[in-house]
């Protein structure tokens, strides 16, 4: 088992930027893909980022050159730095670590932290 806890959310103006955290503790050592997604209001969860070991880091694509996640292995920490931040990007973000077990790829999550961009 994997827990992810993040941090950081919160109300801001549009134009600005926001800094969120996640920590996992746990069964760390099975994990091989970090990331952030989030879910709109009435809509589905999508990626914003997420940064598999020893591979490359994707974004998607409308927050490509505004956001960008930094990843600490020996922490087993991974934030996400938004900037330029819009009104479309109001959401529930989640933290999201993929776990290696056995065989078996699991899916762990974080319990979401608002982001809310105000116009």
């Known amino acids: 088992q994997v827990q992810l806890v993040e941090s950081g959310g919160g109300l801001v103006q549009a134009g600005r930027s926001l800094r969120l955290s996640c920590a996992a503790s746990?069964?760390?050592?099975?994990?091989?893909?970090m990331g952030w997604y989030r879910q709109p209001p009435g809509s589905r969860r999508e990626m914003v980022a997420l940064d598999v070991n020893g591979g490359k880091t994707t974004y998607g694509d409308s927050v490509m050159g505004r956001f960008t996640i930094s990843r600490d292995n020996a922490k087993n920490t991974i934030d996400l730095q938004m900037n330029r931040l819009e009104a479309e990007d109001t959401a529930t973000y989640y933290c999201?670590?993929?776990?290696?077990?056995?065989?078996?790829?699991?899916?762990?999550w974080g319990q979401g932290t608002q982001v809310t961009v105000s116009s």
């Open positions: 746990g069964n760390v050592l099975g994990i091989n893909a």
């Open positions: 999201y670590a993929r776990v290696r077990r056995g065989l078996v790829n699991y899916d762990s």
